[in-house]
């Protein structure tokens, strides 16, 4: 263990922790050397488990409180399901778009309109389809499925989304 002098502040090394007081070798001053406390590898191990757990329970605390803030901004969700081509009674082919509306929320909502958005390569808007959505409400928890044939060609579109109708569209 290392000691310093209080009055001239020379350094020691000791193998031991004294019993009693120490004399400066250099001038004369005698000090009391404080014991070391040693910890328990328990309490040491307990601390680091009460730490983590703590570390634990704030980030389930942030993500929940994350989620509910979301869910309340946002508590009815469209989902794209399934995107398949088909032709009609012509044979010209047209995209068959499947999904579901989801109210994540703990209330009844009412479902606005839908929109599918077909985007070219680039990320470009091809075209954009309204339509009426599978139920007007929807209650807590639950969800509706939906198809929809698009009229729009299937020529240049490399992506397709779903979206609710907002008051802009």
């Not at 290392?2 to 001239?8: L, M, Q, S």
């Not at 010209?92 to 909502?109: D, E, L």
């Not at 139920?135 to 020529?155: K, N, Q």
Request: net charge negative; hydrophobic share 45%.
């Amino acid at each position: 263990m290392k000691t310093v002098c209080d009055f001239c502040k020379t350094e020691y090394s000791l193998d031991a922790t004294p019993t009693g007081p120490v004399k400066c070798a250099v001038c004369g001053h005698t000090w009391t050397v404080p014991r070391q406390v040693r910890r328990s590898p328990i309490l040491v191990f307990v601390a680091a488990l009460c730490a983590l757990l703590a570390a634990a329970v704030f980030a389930f605390a942030v993500m929940y409180k994350h989620r509910v803030t979301e869910i309340n901004a946002n508590p009815l969700i469209a989902e794209l399901n399934d995107v398949s081509i088909e032709n009609d009674d012509s044979g010209a082919p047209h995209f068959v778009v499947n999904g579901r509306v989801v109210n994540r929320s703990a209330q009844i909502y009412g479902v606005p309109g839908l929109v599918v958005i077909s985007y070219d390569a680039n990320g470009g808007v091809v075209a954009r389809q309204r339509f009426m959505p599978p139920a007007t409400l929807l209650d807590a928890g639950t969800s509706a499925d939906f198809t929809h044939t698009l009229s729009v060609p299937v020529d240049n579109v490399d992506k397709i989304s779903v979206e609710l109708e907002t008051q802009g569209d």
